[in-house]
């Protein structure tokens, strides 16, 4: 688990990124990117990773992956991504 103060550390490295340059970013782009940061620095070899809505505008989608592995899919963002499958 990320400690509290680590959390800290990249949301106060992120926001000021974010502030200084104006971007419009999501909550889930945000804690993604966290994820990625704190990966980086405590040098994880391998991590498990779910998408968030999918599609290509996905956070997910920057992380070059050697292994994927694709489940059923749900039906729970049809208000967001339409009702079809």
């Known amino acids: ?3 509290v103060e680590d959390v800290v550390k990249y949301s106060d490295m ?3 990124e974010i502030d200084s340059h104006k971007l419009d970013v999501t909550y ?8 990625f940061m704190y990966y980086r620095d405590n040098r994880v070899d391998v991590a498990a990773l779910e998408c968030g809505l999918g ?5 997910t989608n920057i992380c070059n992956s050697k292994v994927a592995v694709i489940s059923s899919i749900g039906l729970d963002h ?3 991504l339409g009702n079809t499958t």
Do not use: P
């Open 14 to 16: 992120l926001l000021s």
């Open 1 to 3: 688990m990320i400690s």
């Open 55 to 59: 599609g290509r505008l996905d956070a």
């Open 28 to 35: 889930f782009e945000i804690v993604t990117m966290m994820a």
């Open 78 to 80: 049809c208000e967001i």
